[in-house]
């Protein structure tokens, strides 16, 4: 499935003397049978496909098809799975050419796909997440003085949904490590904002938090 609102490709296929449309991943196995395809040549000639096949043969998960692909003609079509493999992978790779720091996983399960788990390592270039550096990667590395002011998400999507990330302005809820450390907050009496200390020593607090409500909602 793909797209903001699961949706599917009515792909035909012949099955025992049938011709049936519905998607799941054994599409791709009726289409390329138990080949592995090159994924960059795949993504390249889904692409040339995309823009001459369009939206044509989709719909929305869990309705009735009204048009289907031809069936003599199924290898000539985009099913679901290329479909979702291809704006998968075009998805991933955009984030990571903004900056984001992508990581692939490939999840414990029953079923047995070659080509999804061959498309997950292409996806990883065939590297194993390591936690460790997952945690390295958005660690806030601070010098004595220094500080890090962050804006909470809220606004709209490119789909035009709403979304507000809010912090949990709760003392018992929060939590600072410094390594292995664990630090809770106390309350600084502070007419402008949410104030917390950590680690209180005799001239104030080691680390300090400033939380800011409202429309322009952040910390530092």
Request: proline share 3%.
């Amino acid at each position: 499935m793909y797209n903001q609102e699961p949706t599917v490709t009515a792909w035909s296929f012949e099955n025992d003397g049938s011709v049936l449309n519905w998607a799941g991943p054994d599409n791709f196995k009726s289409k390329y049978s138990d080949s592995i395809p090159e994924w960059n040549t795949y993504f390249k000639n889904v692409k040339n496909q995309l823009e001459s096949q369009g939206n044509k043969y989709d719909y929305i998960y869990g309705q009735t098809p009204t048009v289907s692909t031809p069936v003599l003609e199924s290898n000539q079509y985009l099913n679901s799975v290329d479909k979702a493999l291809y704006y998968t992978n075009d998805t991933y790779q955009n984030m990571k050419e903004e900056g984001y720091h992508c990581y692939v996983m490939k999840a414990n399960g029953q079923s047995h796909y070659p080509w999804a788990t061959s498309f997950m390592e292409y996806l990883s270039n065939n590297e194993e997440v390591s936690f460790d550096a997952i945690q390295n990667d958005i660690y806030y590395l601070l010098d004595k003085g220094s500080y890090v002011e962050d804006y909470i998400g809220q606004g709209k999507d490119q789909f035009g949904n709403e979304y507000n990330f809010d912090f949990v302005n709760e003392v018992n809820q929060f939590y600072m490590m410094v390594g292995q450390k664990k630090y809770t907050p106390e309350m600084i009496e502070d007419d402008t904002c949410y104030h917390y200390g950590f680690n209180k020593q005799n001239d104030g607090y080691d680390y300090e938090l400033y939380y800011y409500s409202g429309v322009e909602e952040h910390f530092i």
